[in-house]
T-cell receptor, first 115, second 114 residues
Framework: EAGVTQFPSHSVIEKGQTVTLRCDPISGHDNLYWYRRVMGKEIKFLLHFVKESKQDESGMPNNRFLAERTGGTYSTLKVQPAELEDSGVYFC?????????????FGPGTRLLVL | AQSVTQPDIHITVSEGASLELRCNYSYGATPYLFWYVQSPGQGLQLLLKYFSGDTLVQGIKGFEAEFKRSQSSFNLRKPSVHWSDAAEYFCAVGAAQAGTALIFGKGTTLSVSS
């Protein structure tokens, strides 16, 4: 069974540009999460999808960040326009549905550098 | 406030020596506890988890962790470290309620000397 995949693995952009990150969850996982780790800080929650619906987006830093999950499969996270402080590693995680399925499985992350 | 503290930013141990990584949490609800590991260039891999029951849990790669409610701790241990264990280790806590986000510590980087 394939794990969580993320694309691209690295992205270097200039301030003001737009970047779109993609996450493909484990097949059949209804729950999808985005997290971010800024250098030197802890990994922090951004938002949570259940299928195509945003269950919790309390961690989204501002309206320059837009997450979508059309069709309840893969998800994209767009940053527009990117700022220097957006640099970091963006992780995606997915989780199955139901009792006993509390574990979130993480992807390899996308390393974003905004210059 | 809900938080996870990993007091050691960087630890170096000799290959073959024992290891203990500390994790303390502050959480208002019944906690689910996790340890993840990130090797260079890799994603976060689940080492072990505690939901309920036996407070000593076994994980992959020979790791174990003990949940101590009275101390709000979930320390990770390994009796004999291998060079391949060099990585960054993250402790995380989540609520028993399904779907809640995880709260992570800042991570502990483990170096293994020969």
């Amino acid at each position: 069974e394939a794990g969580v995949t993320q694309f691209p693995s690295h992205s270097v952009i200039e301030k003001g540009q737009t970047v779109t990150l993609r996450c493909d969850p484990i097949s059949g996982h209804d729950n999808l999460y985005w997290y971010r780790r800024v250098m030197g800080k802890e990994i922090k929650f951004l938002l949570h999808f259940v299928k195509e619906s945003k269950q919790d987006e309390s961690g989204m830093p501002n309206n320059r960040f837009l997450a979508e999950r059309t069709g309840g499969t893969y998800s994209t996270l767009k940053v527009q326009p990117a700022e220097l402080e957006d640099s970091g590693v963006y992780f995606c995680a997915s989780r199955g549905h139901g009792t006993g399925k509390q574990t979130q499985y993480f992807g390899p992350g996308t390393r974003l550098l905004v210059l | 406030a809900q938080s996870v503290t990993q007091p050691d930013i960087h630890i170096t141990v000799s290959e073959g020596a024992s290891l203990e990584l500390r994790c303390n949490y502050s959480y208002g609800a019944t906690p689910y506890l996790f340890w993840y590991v990130q090797s260079p260039g890799q994603g976060l891999q689940l080492l072990l988890k505690y939901f309920s029951g036996d407070t000593l849990v076994q994980g992959i790669k020979g790791f174990e962790a003990e949940f101590k409610r009275s101390q709000s701790s979930f320390n990770l241990r390994k009796p004999s470290v291998h060079w391949s264990d060099a990585a960054e280790y993250f402790c995380a806590v989540g609520a028993a309620q399904a779907g809640t986000a995880l709260i992570f510590g800042k991570g502990t980087t483990l170096s293994v000397s020969s």
